[in-house]
Nanobody, 130 residues
Framework: QVQLVESGGGLVQPGGSLRLSCAAS??????????IGWFRQAPGKEREGVSC????????GYTDSVKGRFTISRDNAKNTVYLQMNSLKPEDTAVYHC?????????????????????WGQGTQVTVST
C-alpha cells in the first residue's frame, strides 16, 4: 500500500525554522522516480502548492511567497523528501501535505498543479505564532 507520512510540524515563533519530512513506503520504485510536491492548506483557504522537486534531478520549484526561505531536498537512501522552512511568518501557518506523482520514467521537472499528483499524505500542522 502506497503511503506518504509527513512529520516535523509544530509551533514556532515568527522568524523560526522547521524541517518537515515526507517518508514514503509501498512505492514500486524509490522516490527519485516520482515528482514530489509540498502543499499547504490554511483554515478557510484552498490548498496551495508550496514547493516541488522533479524526478531524477529534474529541478525544484517554489511559490513566490516562500522563495529564499524554504528549501526542498530529497534523500534517496532514506526515501524521504524534506522541506526546510526558515524565517517563518504567521501567514505560513497551515497543514502541510506532501504528494507524489505517478511513476515517471527518466528526468522530469515539477510543477505545483494539484492534478499532477496522485498520492497524498495526511499532513502535519505548522503554526507560526508568538
Amino acid at each position: 500500500q502506497v503511503q506518504l507520512v509527513e512529520s516535523g510540524g509544530g509551533l514556532v515563533q515568527p522568524g523560526g525554522s522547521l524541517r518537515l519530512s515526507c517518508a514514503a513506503s509501498g512505492f514500486t520504485f524509490t522516490l527519485n522516480n516520482y515528482v514530489i510536491g509540498w502543499f499547504r492548506q490554511a483554515p478557510g483557504k484552498e490548498r496551495e502548492g508550496v514547493s516541488c522537486i522533479g524526478s531524477r534531478d529534474g529541478g525544484t520549484g517554489y511559490t513566490d511567497s516562500v522563495k529564499g526561505r524554504f528549501t526542498i531536498s530529497r534523500d534517496n537512501a532514506k526515501n524521504t523528501v524534506y522541506l526546510q522552512m526558515n524565517s517563518l511568518k504567521p501567514e505560513d501557518t497551515a497543514v502541510y501535505h506532501c504528494a507524489a506523482s505517478k511513476l515517471v520514467y527518466g528526468r522530469r521537472s515539477c510543477d505545483l498543479l494539484r492534478n499532477t499528483y496522485n498520492y497524498w499524505g495526511q499532513g502535519t500542522q505548522v503554526t507560526v505564532s508568538t
